[in-house]
C-alpha cells in the first residue's frame, strides 16, 4: 500500500469482510431444512437483536406449524375411525 503524502487525505484501514458466523449460517440451514419438510430442531437465540428476534420469530412458526399438522392428523385420524364404522355396516347389510 502507498502511503498518502497529503495532509488533505484521511487514510482509513479497511477491514476485509469476514465469512457469516456459524449461528448466521444455523438459521439458514434450519430454513432449508423446514422448506424440505424435513424436521427442524430449534435454533438457539444468540447473537445480535436482530437476529435473536428473527431466530425467535422462526422457533416460534416451526412449533406452531408442527403442532398444526399433528392437530391434523388427529382429526384426520378421527374422521377416518368415524367414516369406518358406518360404511362397514353398510357393507354388511348389502351382502
Do not use: C, Y
Given at each position: 500500500?502507498?502511503?498518502?503524502?497529503?495532509?488533505?487525505?484521511?487514510?482509513?484501514?479497511?477491514?476485509?469482510?469476514?465469512?457469516?458466523?456459524?449461528?448466521?449460517?444455523?438459521?439458514?440451514?434450519?430454513?432449508?431444512?423446514?422448506?424440505?419438510?424435513?424436521?427442524?430442531?430449534?435454533?438457539?437465540?444468540?447473537?445480535?437483536?436482530?437476529?435473536?428476534?428473527?431466530?425467535?420469530?422462526?422457533?416460534?412458526?416451526?412449533?406452531?406449524?408442527?403442532?398444526?399438522?399433528?392437530?391434523?392428523?388427529?382429526?384426520?385420524?378421527?374422521?377416518?375411525h368415524d367414516?369406518?364404522?358406518?360404511?362397514?355396516?353398510?357393507?354388511?347389510?348389502?351382502?
Amino acid at each position: 500500500m502507498h502511503a498518502v503524502k497529503d495532509p488533505g487525505w484521511i487514510v482509513v484501514p479497511v477491514q476485509p469482510l469476514r465469512p457469516p458466523r456459524s449461528r448466521d449460517r444455523m438459521l439458514a440451514q434450519a430454513a432449508q431444512r423446514f422448506g424440505r419438510s424435513m424436521p427442524t430442531p430449534p435454533v438457539p437465540e444468540r447473537g445480535p437483536r436482530e437476529l435473536r428476534q428473527l431466530t425467535h420469530g422462526f422457533n416460534v412458526m416451526v412449533r406452531e406449524v408442527s403442532q398444526t399438522e399433528s392437530d391434523r392428523a388427529v382429526m384426520l385420524a378421527g374422521v377416518a375411525h368415524d367414516l369406518k364404522t358406518p360404511l362397514a355396516r353398510l357393507r354388511l347389510r348389502t351382502k
